[in-house]
């Protein structure tokens, strides 16, 4: 039976998040009995941009550091890493631990930052559609691995925690590939299942103290949560997790893959051995419920149907051109390459972002990576009163 452990935490005081930790991994037997002394561990967590800790788009520093200092006290060395969208190069990762705020978190804990920046080929004998994987060198630097992930909404795949985390150890570059290749949301979910699955995390942790709802992963709104969360098994985590925000099974890709594939079952099949994860139930909590798009642009149907149906019954991301500055990172992310940097005829002549909707593969990206909150996903109205 998995074991989850939750503890209420209500701020980021390094003593108080270092104790919430120190309780959970007692309550789920020590690092013993999945850590060995001497061992090197990788600390994977969500460095998705750069962003400061108080926005909640990145796994908090203090929650690394704090982990990372009782890993160390155990007898582990620790490394700090994770490949984000877009280039994997030391010059864009180095931007992103300073702002983060993990340079200060590995310093103060003892452990150290990822610097290997390569990649290599890995078999996934495991894995339903990803039977090999292209995968960060940084991997065979260490032992094991621990998801440390973040609390989170998500536009394309409702929610993302500790098994989506770890798609992070995929170069970002890379990313755009598995997302043009998987855009059906089932698909790539399963992809999801089978990265975790090669990962095999030794242990998983969740960040809620302040989450993120609405439109996450990085464009949403901090929640408060007010939870630490630890467990053996990332696939039991992230079910509790999602009970929490009120997300059923059905609605989260990965959870249903995960359950099409007997990783999970019942809530009541994990054996909380702290709260309940109905102690911290957030009934209001802000997320945007998304189906798998309509595949218009492989279908039979006339062209003027097609934009019909896509205008009226897909969701879609729109740039607000009032915010957007022109930085170009939405066109390096977009696996589909369908955005433009142009002069905007409406912005005084100034370069914003424009996308070419038609071709559109709905993974959001875009959205995901744009460091102004220049871009939303809309649902139109007919869609949301069928609820597709």
């Keep these: 039976m998995a074991k989850c452990a939750l503890l209420p935490c209500d701020n980021y005081d390094y003593e108080q998040v270092r104790t ?3 309780k959970a991994v007692t309550a789920l037997g020590g690092f013993g009995p999945y850590i060995a002394p001497g061992e090197r561990v990788l600390l994977k967590a969500n460095l998705l941009m750069r962003k400061k800790p108080e926005d909640a788009t990145t796994t908090h520093p203090v929650f690394v550091q704090a982990l990372a200092s009782l890993l160390i006290e155990h007898g582990a060395s620790v490394v700090i890493g994770d490949s984000p969208g877009g280039p994997f190069t ?3 990762m180095h931007a992103i631990y300073r702002s983060t705020g993990m340079v200060a978190a590995a310093a103060a804990s003892g452990a150290t930052l990822n610097t290997n920046f390569k990649s290599c080929e890995r078999e996934n004998p495991r894995g339903v559609l990803a039977k090999r994987l292209t995968v960060t060198d940084m991997v065979n630097d260490v032992d094991k691995i621990i998801t440390v992930a973040k609390l989170k909404t998500h536009a394309m795949m409702t929610y993302t925690g500790a098994v989506k985390n770890l ?3 995929v170069p970002g570059i890379v990313k755009a590939e598995y997302h043009l290749n998987m855009s059906d949301y089932d698909y790539f979910a399963d992809m999801l299942v089978d990265v975790c699955q090669w990962a095999a995390p030794a242990m998983s942790f969740i960040d809620g103290i302040v989450g993120m709802e609405g439109h996450g992963p990085s464009s949403g709104t901090p929640a408060r949560i007010n939870v630490v969360m630890a467990g053996d098994s990332p696939y039991h985590l992230d079910q509790a997790a999602c009970h929490i925000i009120g997300l059923p099974t059905e609605e989260v890709p990965t959870l249903r893959r995960q359950k099409a594939r007997g990783l999970i079952g019942a809530l009541d099949d994990i054996d909380f051995v702290c709260e309940h994860p109905n102690a911290f139930l957030m009934p209001d909590y802000e997320i945007v419920r998304g189906k798998t798009p309509l595949n218009l642009r ?3 149907l006339p062209e003027s149907l097609k934009r019909l149906m896509g205008r009226h019954l897909q969701s879609r991301p729109v740039i607000d051109h009032a915010v957007c500055n022109g930085c170009g990172i939405c066109r390096e992310a977009c696996p589909a390459h369908i955005i433009d940097i142009k002069h905007c005829t409406q912005c005084d002549g100034r370069r914003r972002a424009f996308l070419k909707l038609s071709d559109c593969i709905r993974c959001y990206c875009c959205q995901e990576l744009c460091p ?14 069928l609820s597709l």
Aim: net charge positive; proline share 8%; charged share 25%.
């Design 20 to 22: 919430a930790l120190q």
């Design 298 to 300: 492989e279908s039979n």
């Design 167 to 169: 798609f992070g150890l």
């Design 372 to 385: 102004q909150k220049a871009i939303k996903v809309f649902k139109p109205r007919l869609a949301r009163w």
């Design 90 to 92: 030391p010059v864009l």
